[in-house]
């Protein structure tokens, strides 16, 4: 249950003085329905209403605050279009109030002839005389504390004015409450931050510019503390998840010597590092949920075999599962060639397996005769029954849900199975804490010995005719291309029309060595095209979207990117990923048409400096931030009110440190400092962890 404390922070925007209907449905497009959710919607500037010049000292737009006297309205007649003006003027010069669509009886009341008025608003010179239109405040001299001298400044919508949306803001801190600390007091000491109360009402009161940027004191708190709740409930999962009876795997080792004995290469020290903690963690009896991150060709799929084996030797079953068949597939031949010495069972299911053929599959599966089962989606459907499901491997877990990830699980017969999650999309650290907070993290970021780096060149699309001759040049040789032809902003049609021209106007120089991939062909038609390619039928691929990540065609070793200014790093760097696969030198270029942002040429410039991932993936999530990176949408990437990746990357790791440190002193958060903290994840919405304490 909800603390009480917080029951007000909960209350519907309606219950606000002066929120009707129409205002609350406003605010709920913008914002959200409840009280809380203002208190989350920060300012993003100011405006200074402390000028207080003489009529003649104004010559350009400005807003200000002047004391003005009354000297005449002027009413225009009715049903006139013309606005209604108030005459005001000072020791030094004269200024018109304009309205339009006035109501004279409001105005002559509000501002009676003769009488002294404070009037802030937008000051302008027009036709050579100074005007106000609608004022933003004008009040007695005895009422001028009503004018804020420093106004914070709220993103808006339609129907919610800058006045009315401070108005609704103040309104909603008198419902906020002092709030028990859940900070470390010797931390928020040295950090200097105010308490959680204090912070809230500063970060809506700014005294000047300082006061809205995300470096401000009391911002850094909020962010802290919205951190903290994170790394705290997905800290409370995995030690939950820890704690679930599972297997100890410790095998004699004699397969995997046998594995490492035929590998036609040597492990690099990335991959050993790598095993020996994923080894490590299936000896546990606490299952496993390790991350494993390694950058284009680093070899994930070797440690990955290494890792079930491990769990082979002891009798239990093994299963990959890929978000695409191609992938699905590419792992049935890799995994096939690296067991081919062995007596284990390799066998693929995806949704092509129809009728007997997938019977007796299922059969085999059930019996125990298949040791790895590689596959899609179709791994998890209802039928698919395991004799001793002991291990998975997720390839690509951006791309899978975590309710896919418990149906997978739920396959391994009540105990709790190792997890093995696997991407080849680098992730900054910050991300990875935020996004897989609940794994523990391996990471590969060396390539195998042999591997030549990619030479990369930025070209611009002025010279795609030399560009063209020399493709000409490469298939003669029997080299692979892939192109990949631009992205147009949110318009499939576009793109694929694109691409159908470049196709066109390839096809008539090169005839049949060329195929076309797009977002709108079938599953089937594109597997088609795919295969042909990595059969080395087809010699060009034109592609229209981002090529599978993990798609592997090492005879390819040219990678062409059309209006590369327009993709992202980290997409760029997943294209360049798609050469380079052999021992041979490949060569990516980039072709730009317009370099019209300082990002656009940032990115390109850092494409041709390194090829490393994990730097590229740190840059990107500079230039673009976190909600724009490659795959982060689909990975449940949590929805941040206050902090931002970007600006308060360098407290998760702080917070995340916090909260083990915590829940290994106080598992149930039951001293007094624990139940601040449960407290601190139902105000941010984190009640998922509150509930898995309770679940025990």
């Not at 042909?532 to 599978?548: D, H, N, P, R, Y």
Request: aromatic share 6%; hydrophobic share 40%.
């Amino acid at each position: 249950m909800r603390p009480e404390i917080l029951f007000p922070f909960f209350a519907e925007t309606l219950s606000l003085t002066g929120v009707g209907g129409r205002t609350a449905a406003n605010l709920e497009k913008i914002i959200g329905g409840r009280i809380l959710d203002i208190f989350w919607h920060l300012p993003v500037g100011i405006i200074d209403r402390s000028k207080r010049p003489h009529l003649s000292d104004i010559k350009h737009e400005q807003i200000v605050t002047l004391e003005v006297k009354i000297d005449r309205h002027d009413i225009p007649p009715s049903r006139s279009k013309a606005p209604y003006k108030i005459w005001c003027s000072d020791d030094t010069g004269v200024i018109c109030l304009t309205f339009f669509h006035a109501r004279a009886d409001y105005l002559l009341k509000e501002m009676p002839e003769g009488s002294m008025r404070l009037i802030s608003g937008k000051a302008e010179i027009f036709n050579g005389a100074l005007q106000m239109n609608h004022p933003d405040y004008m009040v007695s001299l005895a009422r001028q504390d009503e004018i804020p001298m420093i106004q914070p400044l709220y993103p808006l919508t339609a129907g919610i004015s800058a006045k009315l949306m401070s108005k609704i803001t103040a309104g909603s801190l008198k419902k906020a409450r002092i709030l028990p600390e859940w900070i470390d007091p010797n931390f928020l000491k040295k950090q200097q931050w105010l308490s959680w109360y204090d912070a809230l009402q500063m970060v809506h009161a700014p005294k000047n510019e300082e006061g809205i940027l995300p470096s401000f004191h009391a911002r850094r708190r909020l962010a802290y503390d919205e951190f903290l709740a994170n790394q705290l409930a997905m800290e409370i999962m995995r030690q939950k998840l820890k704690k679930k009876k599972g297997r100890s795997f410790k095998p004699k080792g004699i397969l995997k010597a046998k594995i490492l004995k035929d590998l036609p290469y040597e492990l690099t020290n990335a991959q050993k590092r790598s095993l020996q903690e994923i080894e490590l963690d299936m000896a546990e009896e606490a299952a496993m949920m390790r991350l494993l991150q390694g950058d284009v060709g680093s070899g994930k799929t070797v440690v990955a075999l290494l890792a079930m084996i491990n769990a082979l030797e002891t009798g239990v079953q093994a299963a990959i599962i890929a978000p695409t068949e191609i992938l699905a597939r590419q792992h049935l031949e890799s995994i096939t060639a690296l067991c081919k010495n062995t007596s284990l069972e390799v066998e693929i299911l995806t949704g092509r397996n129809k009728g007997k053929k997938r019977e007796a599959i299922l059969e085999r599966l059930i019996s125990g005769k298949i040791d790895i089962l590689i596959g899609t989606h179709a791994l998890i459907q209802k039928d698919v029954i395991y004799k001793d499901l002991g291990m998975a491997v997720i390839d690509e877990q951006h791309r899978f849900g975590v309710e896919q990830r418990l149906a997978l699980s739920a396959k391994a017969n009540g105990i709790a199975m190792d997890v093995l999650a696997m991407t080849a999309t680098p992730i900054p650290r910050t991300l990875t804490l935020t996004i897989y907070g609940d794994m523990d993290f391996s990471k590969l970021d060396e390539k195998p010995a042999g591997r030549k780096a990619i030479d990369t060149r930025v070209i611009s699309l002025q010279k795609l005719n030399d560009v063209v001759l020399g493709a000409g040049r490469a298939i003669k040789q029997n080299k692979q291309i892939y192109w990949v032809c631009p992205l147009v902003e949110e318009s499939e049609k576009l793109d694929l029309a694109a691409a159908e021209e470049r196709f066109l106007h390839l096809e008539a120089l090169f005839g049949d060595k060329l195929g076309l991939i797009h977002g709108k062909m079938k599953a089937k038609d594109k597997d088609a095209v795919m295969e042909k390619f990595s059969a080395g039928e087809i010699l060009i691929l034109i592609a229209t979207t981002v090529i599978e990540v993990g798609v592997n065609v090492p005879n390819a070793t040219i990678m062409i990117i059309e209006h590369a200014e327009r993709f992202g790093l980290s997409q760029l760097h997943q294209l360049r990923g798609r050469v380079g696969r052999a021992d041979e030198q490949s060569t990516c270029l980039l072709l730009y048409g317009h370099l019209g942002s300082k990002n656009a040429t940032s990115r390109l410039k850092i494409m041709r400096e390194t090829d490393d991932g994990f730097i590229i993936a740190e840059e990107d999530l500079k230039l673009r931030g976190a909600g724009e990176l490659l795959g982060v949408r689909q990975s449940g990437m949590p929805d941040f009110k206050v902090a931002s990746l970007e600006d308060h990357g360098d407290l998760i790791g702080i917070a995340r440190d916090d909260a083990r440190l915590i829940l290994n002193k106080d598992p149930e958060l039951a001293s007094k400092r624990g139940k601040a903290l449960k407290t601190l994840l139902y105000l941010f919405e984190r009640d998922e962890g509150v509930k898995y304490l309770k679940s025990g």
